[in-house]
């Protein structure tokens, strides 16, 4: 490959998202990553991919606030770029407590208003919760509602991004799943390779975290290379 205009090290969400959006624009792209393509060793892999500026208003910068607004139009354009479907939903975020919480969930109603005017924060009692969220049924006498907000499915996000990269042809040098033997990158990799039922790309054993190696050095940070 001819020199790269861009190479970046880090290919969770945004690493993915970035290399992503520069390829489409014509730039040549290099990413590497310490995990596999399932994303696997990123924050990403473990978040619940809520989409909430509003609800965040609360203890981030207005700064903030305003640049999670905008992604929240962005992201159904983009997901409908991208060659996999990705699960996303804008049907607003609840806010729920324990009748012993009440009064945090005053405080937050009011910090959240006081920090950020624009917010469309509703007060809402049982029935409406029910019909918002029939899973909860009427467990909870009132709740905080933000309409509007989103939620995105990040494991399908992380390999439609995948999916998209080889797509633009941008060059990704992923690591490939490792057993716990092998492996020189984190726990979370192993355990996720688990997860998945993937192969270690060294020996071929299916990956367990079970296994003796990952007994022995779970209080160590990583694993070693080739150790016994
Ligand atoms: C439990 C949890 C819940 C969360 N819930 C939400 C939520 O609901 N909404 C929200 O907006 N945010 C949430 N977040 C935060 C969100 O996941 C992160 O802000 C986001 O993933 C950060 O993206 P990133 O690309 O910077 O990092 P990551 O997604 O963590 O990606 C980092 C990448 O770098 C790779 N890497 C690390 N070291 C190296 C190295 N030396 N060489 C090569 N590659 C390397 C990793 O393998 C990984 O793929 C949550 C986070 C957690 C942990």
Redesign the pocket.
């Known amino acids: 490959m001819s020199r790269p205009d861009i190479a970046l ?9 970035l290399a992503w959006r520069a390829a489409r624009t014509g730039l040549k792209v290099v990413l ?4 596999s393509s399932f ?14 500026p509003a609800a ?1 208003a609360v203890n981030a910068d207005a700064e903030i606030v305003a640049m999670g607004r905008h992604s929240l139009s962005l992201w159904p354009q983009w997901l409908a770029q991208l060659p996999q479907p990705v699960f996303f939903r804008d049907t607003g975020t609840l806010l729920l407590w324990h009748q012993e919480d009440a009064g945090e969930a005053s405080y937050f109603e009011k910090m959240l208003t006081a920090r950020d005017p624009r917010t469309n924060l509703l007060r809402i009692d049982a029935a409406r919760l029910e019909e918002l969220e029939p899973a909860l049924g009427t467990r909870f006498q009132q709740a905080l509602y933000l309409p509007g907000e989103a ?1 995105v499915d ?1 494991r399908a996000l992380l390999t439609a991004l995948a999916a998209a990269l080889e797509e633009v042809r941008a060059t990704c040098y992923w ?1 490939p799943p490792l057993c716990a033997r092998h492996c020189v ?2 726990y979370a ?1 192993v355990i996720a390779s688990t997860l998945l039922g993937l192969h270690c790309a060294s020996c071929g054993r299916k990956i367990g975290c079970r296994c003796n190696q990952y007994r022995k050095r779970r209080s160590l940070g990583s694993f070693r290379a080739g150790s016994p």
């Open positions: 090290v880090g290919g969770g969400l945004l690493g993915r998202l590497y990553d310490a995990a994303g696997e060793g990123s924050a990403a892999w473990a978040a619940a991919g809520m989409i909430t965040e939620q990040n690591h990158v984190s990799s």
